[in-house]
């Protein structure tokens, strides 16, 4: 059964008559007759008594009518449904993003994404780059920022490196910054305590090893925080943080010290599933976050201590 067989057969029904079904479905008459035909002959009951050329619908016929209109609108209701995704008029983007660029970078790209596509509901998803890594594999997330490059380098992602961000020490306002107002070095954080992310942050992996390289594990005051619990503790004066720029300019009763040399840094990349195509929703957003960072790149307004990053790695740029 086809479905224009069922517009043929619909527009007999209405009409009683062969050719002016013929003339509002706009074909042949000829062909309008064969189509019926071969529908009876599929459902093997005729479906119009053409007794003395009055067209009416047989038992059969009456039994199919209510059919046949709710199939027909329910597929119409299904074109409508997939021009509107295609044309961006409905739809939905998942993305995941590390709790410093939700704070930092995303808000004015949502905000761009929002004007250009108000219709597209955004969901974003905060977390640790390994969180957000798994988001990717299990399906869950469509898009996700993350800090490069991954553990392993995973193959099954393609990513796309965004910018390049410094890492800064930060203390509570007011108290003696640490090495001594001059920017620090990683070797001025041992012994002091110092307030650590939970697991799967990206931040506590740079941190402890940045440490470890320069002969000492951190003294821990506390430790299994979120950025803003992680921040909230430092501005307590429980200890320090490495954290990135752009957030802990942000917070006023955080003092902000740079590392000498800029030693730490962290690139901020966008990744995807390699084996399966972001949907054009999400594709679109990779395109209205890439125009922002270029444009704020050239205007000079990136957030606090980051740059633009070269061209994609992992061959991702012409992917995402």
Do not use: W
Not at 22 to 36: F, G, K, Y
Not at 93 to 122: K, M, N, Q
Not at 297 to 311: E, F, I, V
């Amino acid at each position: 059964m086809q479905l224009q067989q069922l517009v043929y057969f619909v527009a007999v029904a209405e009409t009683r008559h062969f050719t002016h079904a013929a003339e509002r479905t706009h074909v042949a008459q000829p062909s309008l007759s064969q189509q019926i035909r071969a529908l009876e002959r599929e459902l093997g009951a005729e479906l119009f008594s053409r007794a003395r050329g009055n067209i009416a619908l047989t038992d059969a016929g009456e039994a199919l009518l209510p059919l046949a209109r709710r199939i027909l609108a329910d597929a119409e209701s299904a074109r409508q449904e997939v021009q509107e995704l295609a044309q961006l008029r409905r739809g939905r983007v998942r993305l995941g993003a590390t709790p410093s660029l939700c704070t930092g970078l995303l808000p004015e790209v949502l905000r761009a994404y929002h004007r250009r596509y108000p219709g597209i509901r955004l969901v974003v998803q905060e977390g640790g780059s390994r969180d957000l890594v798994r988001g990717l594999a299990d399906g869950s997330l469509d898009l996700a920022l993350i800090i490069l490059p991954l553990h392993g380098n995973d193959p099954a992602l393609a990513t796309t490196e965004l910018l390049r961000e410094d890492l800064v020490v930060a203390s509570a306002a007011g108290s003696p910054p640490p090495g001594g107002g001059r920017p620090v070095r990683v070797a001025d954080l041992e012994g002091r305590p110092m307030v650590m992310f939970r697991h799967g942050y990206d931040l506590r992996d740079t941190t402890v090893a940045a440490c470890r390289a320069a002969g000492f594990d951190p003294v821990l005051a506390v430790e299994g925080g979120e950025m803003d619990a992680v921040l909230g503790f430092v501005e307590a004066g429980l200890g320090l943080a490495v954290v990135p720029s752009m957030v802990a300019e942000r917070r006023p009763s955080v003092q902000v010290t740079p590392f000498a040399g800029a030693v730490l840094q962290r690139t901020v990349g966008l990744a995807h599933r390699r084996d399966v195509e972001p949907p054009r929703a999400a594709r679109e957003l990779r395109q209205v976050l890439l125009e922002h960072l270029d444009r704020a790149a050239a205007a000079g307004t990136l957030p606090q201590g980051t740059r633009r990053a070269g061209p994609a790695s992992n061959e991702a740029a012409d992917r995402a």
